[in-house]
């Protein structure tokens, strides 16, 4: 079992994605936006970014520890957010140029360590070419 994190910035297809891929794997879904959520914290600060990574690190090392695939599609904009998320596997989806959050995207860091290079928004594709490498 792995936890799969589906990083990249906001619009650039990686819900999208990881909705493709979860199912080829049974696996269990964390989505940042949902975490966020249930959580009621909606702060986007240096400090707030890794309180919600930290959360996010948990909430996949539980479930892996059940016995399950994890995906988690969240932005992960730093590599210090990255150093918080135990990933067995990286899928950078790299899409688009900007986001639509300014402040995100200045603070985004383009990651040098990752699995797999997502460069069209071609879900089904990408699900797939993962799948194989994944498994």
Partial sequence: MK??????????????????????LNAKRLNADEVRTSANDWDFSEEGRTRQSKRMADLAKKLKESGNYVIADFICPTPAARELFPADYIIWVDTIKEGRFDDTNKMFVKPEKFDCHVTTQDAKYWASKALKEIE
Avoid: R, W
């Fill in 3 to 24: 936890i799969i994190l589906i990083m990249g910035l906001p619009g650039s297809g990686k819900t999208t994605l990881a909705n493709a891929l979860a199912p080829l």
